[in-house]
Every structure is written in structure tokens, then in C-alpha cells.
């Protein structure tokens, strides 16, 4: 029973991490905003718009990185499907792959 206790808590793992994605955000958000947005779920440690090159204006996505697996669930299920500044936003669990992206 341990054997298959042991994957499917590796599995769980790795399907939730400290960074969500956040999608249909409007084009007039701040990094500022995003992060007191998602504030009342936990320790934001960074909340980040993605920015377009061209116009230096946010893209209406970005990612928001909590201290734990759990405070990003907490928003997660708490922000998805909400309704922000007249605009229904999407929040999922971010796909990174980049290796060694923590601080050795």
C-alpha cells in the first residue's frame, strides 16, 4: 500500500506549486493591484504582469507566486471565475519547467 501511496503524493505534488497563472486581467492593471488583489489568500511573494515589448502596456496576463502550496490553493480556488474590474479572470496552476529556477 506504500508503493502506491508514494506516487500519487509525488503526483499531487508536482500538480500544484507556489505560482498561479492569471488570465483576462485588464490592460490597465498593475503589478501593484494584482498583488493586493491576491493578498487576502496568503504571503504574495511576487505578483507579476507580463508586458508587452511594443507597447510597454500589460498583456492581461501575469503570474502571482505565494509563499506555499497552500495559500496558492487558497487563491486559486478563490480567484477563478471572479469577476475584476468588470472582467471575468482566470487563475490556474502556472506550467514551469525552467531547472534550477530556485536560489542555490
Known sequence: MDRL??????FLKRSYSTQLFVS???CYSTNK????LFAPFGEVKEARLVI???????KGFGFVTYESEI?????LKA???RI?????VFVEVAK???PGKSGS
Open 71 to 75: 495559500e496558492a490553493q487558497r487563491a
Open 96 to 98: 514551469t519547467t525552467a
Open 33 to 36: 493591484e494584482l498583488k493586493e
Open 79 to 81: 480567484m477563478d471565475g
Open 52 to 58: 508587452d515589448g511594443r507597447t510597454q502596456r500589460p
Open 5 to 10: 501511496a508514494s506516487p500519487t503524493r509525488l
Open 84 to 88: 475584476v474590474r468588470g472582467r471575468l
Open 24 to 26: 483576462r486581467l485588464s
